[in-house]
Nanobody, 125 residues
Framework: QVQLVESGGGAVPAGGSLRLSCAYS??????????MSWFRQAPGKTREFVAA????????YYAVSMKGRFTITRDNAKNTMYLQMNTRKPDDTAVYYC????????????????WGQGTQVTVSS
């Protein structure tokens, strides 16, 4: 069973920074077997892709609106993935979720097998 736990959310003024973490634990499969992604969901909106990283960490992919502002990384030795956020506007306010899947990463939430419970990020103007 795979468990993902996000942390690091909170309130930040527009233009501020936050670093989210996603801690992985499982009884069998190693963290390094999974591609990982961040998604977010604002109130009344559908879940939105933010960024993805390959299992090795050598390849990343960003949603157009996040590229240049957010940075996804992972530390396989620590079983943890990160999202460095340089917020720009209150539109970044959402619950941020991490997700895991075996194989190539994807920007489609339905392709992911495992999800964390989410962490709230609130950006004020």
């Amino acid at each position: 069973q795979v468990q993902l736990v996000e942390s690091g959310g909170g309130a930040v003024p527009a233009g501020g920074s936050l670093r989210l973490s996603c801690a992985y634990s499982a009884s069998r499969r190693a963290f390094s077997l999974y591609s990982m992604s961040w998604f977010r969901q604002a109130p009344g909106k559908t879940r939105e892709f933010v960024a993805a990283i390959s299992a090795s960490g050598s390849s990343t992919y960003y949603a157009v609106s996040m590229k240049g502002r957010f940075t996804i990384t992972r530390d396989n030795a620590k079983n943890t993935m990160y999202l460095q956020m340089n917020t720009r506007k209150p539109d970044d306010t959402a619950v941020y979720y991490c997700a895991a899947k075996v194989g190539q990463y994807s920007s489609s939430w339905s392709d992911y097998n495992y999800w964390g419970q989410g962490t709230q990020v609130t950006v004020s103007s």
